[in-house]
């Protein structure tokens, strides 16, 4: 019996890092100098660190040849990645990513549920001016484009904030193939 009850406690405290921790205050208010949550720009890489690890973020680690911090967050549920992006040790904008999959249906059943989140609530945020289009058919966005395809983009008074599908290949360590994934990121850019 005891070893049941530890088991259930253990899974309980491994559930949250697993699926990227509770839910944490989101999208910051506008003509501020704040980005996302509390990360403001230029903030350096070791003030980047400790505002995340301070805000309960997860699974936070660096890589630092391509100069990012990175994360796993949740909202509304949903696992994504938050990557903060860093130029000269000062900190330049957040790409909040959703999981990546390559399945077919994982495109309707985990892409498009998560890029409805997050379109929902930067409408929310921002509100519903902007420009949009239809979450697309997987055909309709274009391979290994970094851009992807744009589906909303709010051009607010100190900040651009775009909602794409991203479709991209990736070698199979197995089969040596090359195999297409997909997702969706939201970029939050100050100006």
Not at 1 to 18: G, I, N, R, S, V
Not at 50 to 56: I, T
Not at 158 to 175: G, S, Y
Request: net charge negative; aromatic share 14%.
């Amino acid at each position: 019996m005891k070893a049941w009850f530890f088991l259930l406690c253990f899974l309980l405290e491994l559930t949250p890092l697993l699926w990227g921790g509770k839910d944490l205050p989101q999208f910051a208010k506008l003509d501020t100098d704040f980005i996302y949550f509390n990360l403001k720009k230029e903030d350096s890489r070791e003030v980047v660190m400790k505002k995340l690890r301070e805000g309960g973020f997860l699974q936070i680690y660096e890589e630092r040849d391509k100069e990012l911090v990175k994360c796993t967050l949740r909202l509304n549920n949903f696992r994504y990645s938050l990557a903060a992006k860093l130029k000269k040790d000062k900190l330049k904008f957040c790409l909040i990513e959703g999981q990546k999959g390559w399945q077919f249906s994982f495109y309707e059943d985990v892409v498009q549920p998560q890029w409805e989140n997050l379109r929902e609530m930067v409408i929310q945020k921002y509100g519903v001016n902007r420009e949009h289009r239809d979450f697309p058919n997987l055909n309709d966005v274009p391979l290994n484009d970094e851009g992807g395809y744009l589906t909303d983009t709010w051009d607010l008074s100190d900040r651009v904030v775009i909602l794409t599908i991203q479709l991209f290949e990736v070698k199979d360590c197995c089969t040596n193939q090359m195999v297409e994934y997909s997702c969706c990121t939201l970029l939050i850019q100050p100006k």
